[in-house]
């Protein structure tokens, strides 16, 4: 059980080695239902080796994550995945089959490998597609698909699996514009409707979108708070050695930014 008020999932001092190398230094972050978290960084930073911890794809020479109360380590994997997805630069599509199929295995933790999907788990692998505007091409095999269309599929797939903790490294690989603004309007909605939502981004102006921000830099956090707070975006520029300046916009009635490159 978690705590009333207590994170859905928790780094506690994580470090990683690579090469001899601490590639995450002492990292430590809670994440909260109805908070999405946009990680940003330089090349380097750690920004997927620490998305890749938080999912338990990778073990930590120190530290601990810990997933709704407990030690990642601790739960079964069909456990762990019922209660976090992880979506990475690199995902597989398993073979030459059909978008809908694809996106039906983000719901095999639910009904098992032996099980059969019910009436649920249709319905949410229809609204996923629905929500990626993915049910055009649903029945197409994804060697079929163009790159932006596949990554649309395999968001899909994350979305259908319903799960409290989301994990995104680079969401907005191959998209166009109207999809990437469609794809951050997801986040936002998902973690307000209870989830805690992660993301690496490297569209820094996607990111000023999100709830909250952490800033990494040589496998460090450099800043964690909201966008709109003064010392998260002095850290944000500091980071990229001030190639850029973050402007505010007016927009939908709430603050925003946009970072501009100074060339």
């Not at 966008?227 to 002095?234: C, F, G, K, T, Y």
């Not at 916009?249 to 930014?257: F, K, T, V, Y």
């Given at each position: 059980m978690i705590a009333a008020g207590g994170p859905l999932l928790e780094a506690r001092?994580?470090?990683?080695?690579?090469?001899?190398?601490?590639?995450?230094?002492?990292?430590?972050?809670?994440?909260?239902?109805?908070?999405?978290?946009?990680?940003?960084?330089?090349?380097?930073?750690?920004?997927?080796?620490?998305?890749?911890?938080?999912?338990?794809?990778?073990?930590?020479?120190e530290g601990e994550v810990r997933l709704a109360g407990r030690p990642i380590r601790d739960l079964t994997d069909r456990d762990r995945a019922r209660r976090l997805t992880w979506f990475g630069q690199t995902s597989?599509?398993?073979?030459?089959?059909?978008?809908?199929?694809?996106?039906?295995?983000?719901?095999?933790?639910?009904?098992?490998?032996?099980?059969?999907?019910?009436?649920?788990?249709?319905?949410?692998?229809?609204?996923?597609?629905?929500?990626?505007?993915?049910?055009?091409?649903?029945?197409?095999?994804?060697?079929?698909?163009?790159?932006?269309?596949?990554?649309?599929?395999?968001?899909?797939?994350?979305f259908a699996a319903e799960a409290q903790v989301a994990l995104y490294d680079e969401p907005t690989i191959h998209l166009d514009a109207p999809h990437q603004r469609r794809l951050i309007r997801s986040l936002l909605a998902r973690a307000h409707r209870g989830a805690a939502v992660v993301s690496v981004l490297h569209d820094l102006t996607l990111a000023l979108a999100a709830d909250r921000l952490i800033v990494m830099a040589e496998g460090r956090i450099s800043a964690d708070?909201?966008?709109?707070?003064?010392?998260?975006?002095?850290a944000l520029t500091a980071v990229f050695d001030h190639s850029f300046a973050i402007l505010p916009?007016?927009?939908?009635?709430?603050?925003?930014?946009a970072a501009v490159p100074l060339i």
């Open positions: 001092g994580v470090a990683v080695l690579r090469g001899g190398r601490r590639v995450l230094d002492g990292v430590s972050a809670a994440f909260h239902s109805g908070e999405w978290t946009a990680v940003v960084g330089p090349n380097g930073a750690g920004k997927s080796t620490l998305l890749a911890v938080l999912g338990g794809l990778l073990h930590p020479v597989s599509h398993e073979g030459d089959i059909a978008a809908r199929e694809a996106v039906r295995l983000g719901r095999l933790p639910r009904f098992g490998l032996f099980g059969a999907p019910g009436a649920a788990d249709d319905a949410a692998v229809a609204a996923a597609l629905e929500e990626t505007e993915s049910r055009s091409f649903a029945e197409r095999r994804l060697g079929e698909l163009s790159g932006g269309e596949r990554q649309r599929v395999l968001l899909s797939r994350a708070g909201a966008p709109a707070l003064d010392a998260v975006r002095a916009l007016n927009s939908s009635g709430r603050a925003r930014w």
